[in-house]
């Protein structure tokens, strides 16, 4: 299948981060936890040298607890300070302030030597659509926080978050560009609902996924399904999803796209288990 991304969108986006990057001093990036490289867009480290870089693992709820502390890792020994989040919960965000002052520690200190204090670290959320990038800015701003707007050296009409004295953020996030260049990439980002399902073969989709999913979470498909273990191929375990939860057409065959709308929903939502798609040792 070909996985489409739109283009168009693109070089606005990047004119934009471009221009709005240039106010920040810190890049808070959204990462989905299930597919951490997939849904990055390298060139984010291109816009963002010489920008303190923080990256949240976001959606951790629903990504294999084991594999999110790999990606921790594996985006720390590249210089990245790094958290998991869940932002629509809010787990793991009262720990942002404090990565946020360790990854500015730097200009922090610069800034204190030159005399200057309580001028606030100013950031910009960052990533691809669909990643929790509203929902982490509501979440860490709540209602607490003021809006700051037109102030001196500020482009117009640019609206900063006050959150405390130490940090504000933009109040638009940047959005990223996905790396549609990989079929891949696309691929995944189809798995998790990042794409527009209208345009994808869902019946496809799904023997991709089951496919996928066979590899590390056969024993979790298996339980939720209650397929026996000698289904052997992705197409078999689609045919017992769609028996086991009774997706006939009126004739009696196989209804393969109410399963496949089954099937996605559950993995999307977390029923089947909590599945990472992509592995640190794979991309190493
Ligand atoms: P965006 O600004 O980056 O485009 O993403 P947005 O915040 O709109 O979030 C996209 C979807 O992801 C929302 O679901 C949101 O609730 C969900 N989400 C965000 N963060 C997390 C998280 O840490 N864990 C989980 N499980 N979900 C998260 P939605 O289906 O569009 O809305 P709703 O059903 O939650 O109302």
């Not at 921790?72 to 790094?82: E, L, S, T």
């Not at 990042?194 to 345009?199: A, K, R, V």
């Not at 996928?212 to 999803?241: D, G």
Request: glycine share 8%; charged share 30%; with cysteine.
């Amino acid at each position: 299948m070909n996985y489409q991304w739109y283009p168009g969108h693109m070089t606005k986006a990047k004119r934009m981060m471009q221009e709005n990057i240039k106010l920040i001093d810190l890049v808070i990036e959204l990462v989905d936890a299930r597919i951490p490289l997939s849904s990055r867009n390298p060139d984010i480290d291109e816009l963002g040298k010489n920008k303190a870089r923080l990256i949240l693992l976001n959606k951790a709820d629903l990504a294999d607890d084991v594999c999110n502390k790999e990606w921790i890792a594996y985006f720390k020994k590249r210089g990245f300070h790094v958290l998991e989040i869940n932002a629509k919960a809010g787990s793991g965000i009262k720990g942002v302030q404090g990565a946020v002052r360790e990854a500015c520690r730097e200009k922090i200190e610069r800034d204190r030597r030159k005399g200057i204090v309580n001028r606030p670290v100013r950031a910009i959320v960052v990533g691809i659509p669909n990643v929790g990038k509203s929902t982490f800015i509501n979440s860490i701003a709540g209602k607490a926080c003021t809006k700051t707007g037109n102030k001196p050296g500020v482009t117009k009409g640019k609206q900063w978050i006050r959150l405390n004295r130490e940090l504000e953020l933009l109040d638009t996030p940047g959005i990223l560009w996905p790396r549609f260049d990989n079929q891949e990439v696309g691929r995944n980002l189809a798995f998790i609902g990042s794409m527009n399902d209208e345009i994808l073969q869902k019946t496809e989709l799904t023997i991709d996924l089951i496919g996928c999913l066979m590899i590390n979470y056969k024993k979790e498909l298996a339980a939720r399904y209650q397929f026996p273990e000698e289904a052997e191929t992705p197409l078999q375990v689609y045919e017992h999803i769609c028996e086991s939860r009774k997706c006939y057409k009126k004739g009696g065959e196989i209804d393969y796209e109410k399963g496949a709308l089954l099937l996605l929903d559950d993995f999307r939502s977390g029923r089947i288990g909590r599945i990472t798609l992509e592995r640190p040792e794979e991309s190493a």
